[in-house]
């Protein structure tokens, strides 16, 4: 899943600053990289290359026909939204802490700077 949800952020120009693959979905937090990029475009995508992955290994659909975006404004802090998307593993009793969730991280920062994230900021 991974592997195609890059290939289509690097196709239509977004970085992926958050993901979290829960069981039964998926949050991820990307950021365009040009003026053209469009989130639109980067959903049609990302579903279809997932769900042509997901067919190959097993039966029946991957994804719901629509999608639920939203677009962070200025105001918004978007270390927030790394932690709330991060920390949904917690809130579901996966785990302890949000990155001992091996379905989950940065393409952009690192674990180290994930980490510092939680530990300036313990709400999760």
Wanted: a positive charge; hydrophobic letters at 40%.
């Amino acid at each position: 899943m991974l592997t195609q949800l890059t290939r289509a952020a690097d196709t239509e120009g977004f970085d992926i600053l958050a993901y979290c693959a829960m069981p039964d979905h998926l949050h991820v937090l990307v950021r365009g990289r040009t003026a053209t990029s469009d989130a639109r475009r980067f959903i049609k995508l990302a579903k279809q290359l997932t769900e042509f992955a997901h067919r190959r290994r097993w039966r029946g659909r991957l994804w719901q026909a629509s999608a639920w975006d939203r677009v962070l404004r200025n105001e918004d802090d978007t270390w927030d939204v790394i932690r709330y998307i991060l920390a949904n593993p917690v809130r579901a009793g996966l785990v302890a802490k949000p990155l001992d969730y091996p379905h989950s991280g940065s393409l952009v920062c690192d674990r180290a700077d994930l980490l510092a994230a939680f530990e300036q900021c313990p709400r999760t």
